[in-house]
C-alpha cells in the first residue's frame, strides 16, 4: 500500500489513480529530472568521505598551495581530497601564470588591464568553489575548467 499524495488515503501500490480523489501518481512522485552538470563530480563521492574531508577541501581555497599540501599529507587517499587537489592546483597554475604574464607585461596597458580583470576573475572562481566546497560539492572550477588540462 502507499499513500495519496493528495488526500492521504491508503492506495494499492499499481494504481496509476487514486480512488479517492483521481490524483495520477506518478506526477509529483517520479525522480526529479537530474540536471547533467558534466563539471560536477558531486555524485561520484561516497557521503562519509565528503563529511570527513570537507574541511580540507576548503582549505585548498584559503590558502591555495598550503592547502593543497595540507590535504595530500592529512587526507591523500581519500578520492574527494583528491579531487579538490586537482582542482584547485588547477586554479594555482592558472593563477601563476596569469601573475608571471601580468607581471612581465604590465606595462603593455593592454596586458596589464586584461591581466588585471583575469586576475579578478579568478578571485572570484576561487571564492565560488570555496562556497562548493563548503556546501561539500565537488565541481570543477568555472571557467578555469574549460581549458581542460590535469582531467
Ligand atoms: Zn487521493
Redesign the pocket.
Known sequence: MKT??????Q?EDVAKF??????KFGSIAEPRAVVTDMYDHTSEFSPEDIANNKLYAILMYCVSLMGIIIGLLAAGDSPYVRFHIKQSLKLFICEVILGLITGALFWTVIVGIVGGIAIVVLAVVDIICLVNACKGLAKEPPIVCKIGFLK
Open positions: 495519496c499524495n493528495n488526500c492521504g488515503a492506495v487514486c480512488p479517492e480523489c483521481g490524483f
